[in-house]
Structure formats: structure tokens, C-alpha cells
């Protein structure tokens, strides 16, 4: 089945700077590869996506890249704020694309 | 509302006993999942319902573990004789489509359950 491996498992900015978090999966046939945040308490939220067929996707201050061949893809936040502080996870899609396979998780944490 | 709503929020339960945990997801969402999440971990795949049919149920851990979606709305997740390791959040997510790549899945908050 499908894995996928996340890194860094936290990540400690100051407020303005950029933060990436990578994710690696290894089911070529995966062809969704979403983020979510998830606040403390509070279930996993989608803050964007990306589909197989696009090399990168951003929305905002946010951007996600994919590289199919190398199999990753990576999330970009730019000038970040305390309120982006939460932990992060990718997911993929398996081969049947009925499940998300998610990462393990990035704790960011952005101090004003 | 219009989220996904889970109950109970928090759940004690000693261990050997039975649970039940309630999802009701977004009117008219035709896809419905369970994923368990252990403390500092990722949601783990449980089960997966499109409409009332259970199409996937390969991430259930056990045959302690059962699920139901019984009209195609509402769905609970039973727990038999719990264990210490049954200790998680357990997270209902919704999705308007058929199958879990063809759009945003919706969560709820969680049940988070501690067996003693």
C-alpha cells in the first residue's frame, strides 16, 4: 500500500519567514496529493491541493509543488503569521483513490 | 450545522468494555470515512462508506472494530472489549463525491476515547 513519509516533524519559524514541509510517497499510481491543517482540538482542515497533472498550485500565500518523477511534493508558506502556527499533514491517494494515506505530521510553530 | 458533528467528544471507558461512537456528516455528502489518530501521529484509514455500502474496510484493526452507515447518513463506530492500544482520536470525515480523491474531505472535531 501506499506510504508516505513527512518531514521535518516540527518546524520553528519567526513571523514573516517561509516555512517548507516535504512529504515523500511511494504508489506511483497516486495521483492526489492534498495538505491539511489541524489546530489543536479541532479535526484536519484542507488549505489546498494538488492533482498529478499540474507541477505546482498556489493559492495566496500558500504553495504546494509536485514532482511525480522523484515522487514528492512540497508545501511552501510564505510570510507567515502566529495564526498559521498548527501541525501540517500531506496525504496521497491510493490506487483505487477511495483513501488518503497521510503523512505523519509538521508541528510549525511561527513566534511573533 | 453544517459541519460533520461527532459524539460523544471525549469517551472514558475501561478496558472490556464496549463503545459506540456517532458521526453525522454533511447533508447529501455521499462519502463517509473513519480514520483513527494516535497522539502526535497522522489519521490512520479505517473504513469507508459510499452511501450505505461499505466499500472498504481493510484499515479496521480488528474484528473488535465494526461499522455501520445503515441509510446512507449517519454512522457509528463500535468498539468490542476495548484495549489500552483501542486509545485515540477517532475522526469521521465526509465528502460530497464518490471515492476520496475527487474532492475536499470535511472532518469533525473527533472522539477522543481512553480505554483505562
Not at chain 1, 489541524?38 to 498556489?58: A, C, T, W
Not at chain 2, 458533528?5 to 455528502?29: E, F, N
Not at chain 2, 465494526?66 to 486509545?87: C, H
Request: charged share 20%; hydrophobic share 30%.
Amino acid at each position: 500500500g501506499e506510504n508516505v513519509e513527512q518531514h521535518p516533524s516540527t518546524l520553528s519559524v519567526q513571523e514573516g519567514d517561509s516555512a517548507v514541509i516535504k512529504c515523500t510517497y511511494s504508489d506511483s499510481a497516486s495521483n492526489y496529493f492534498p495538505w491539511y491543517k489541524q489546530e489543536l482540538g479541532k479535526g484536519p482542515q484542507l488549505i489546498i491541493d494538488i492533482r498529478s497533472n499540474v507541477g505546482e498550485k498556489k493559492d495566496q500565500r500558500i504553495a504546494v509543488t509536485l514532482n511525480k518523477t522523484a515522487k514528492h511534493f512540497s508545501l511552501h508558506i510564505t510570510e507567515t503569521q502566529p495564526e498559521d502556527s498548527a501541525v501540517y499533514f500531506c496525504a496521497a491517494n491510493n490506487n483505487a483513490g477511495n483513501m488518503l494515506t497521510f503523512g505523519g505530521g509538521t508541528r510549525l510553530m511561527v513566534k511573533p | 450545522g453544517a459541519g460533520v458533528s461527532q459524539s460523544p467528544r471525549y469517551k472514558v471507558a475501561k478496558r472490556g468494555q464496549d463503545v459506540a461512537l456517532r458521526c453525522d456528516p454533511i447533508s447529501g455528502h455521499v462519502s463517509l470515512f473513519w480514520y483513527q489518530q494516535a497522539l502526535g501521529q497522522g489519521p490512520e484509514f479505517l473504513t469507508y462508506f459510499q452511501n450505505e455500502a461499505q466499500l472498504d474496510k481493510s484499515g479496521l484493526p480488528s474484528d473488535r472494530f465494526f461499522a455501520e452507515r445503515p441509510e446512507g447518513s449517519v454512522s457509528t463506530l463500535k468498539i468490542q472489549r476495548t484495549q489500552q492500544e483501542d486509545s485515540a482520536v477517532y475522526l469521521c470525515a465526509s465528502s460530497l463525491l464518490a471515492g476520496g480523491n475527487t474532492g475536499e474531505l470535511f472532518f469533525g472535531e473527533g472522539s477522543r476515547l481512553t480505554v483505562l
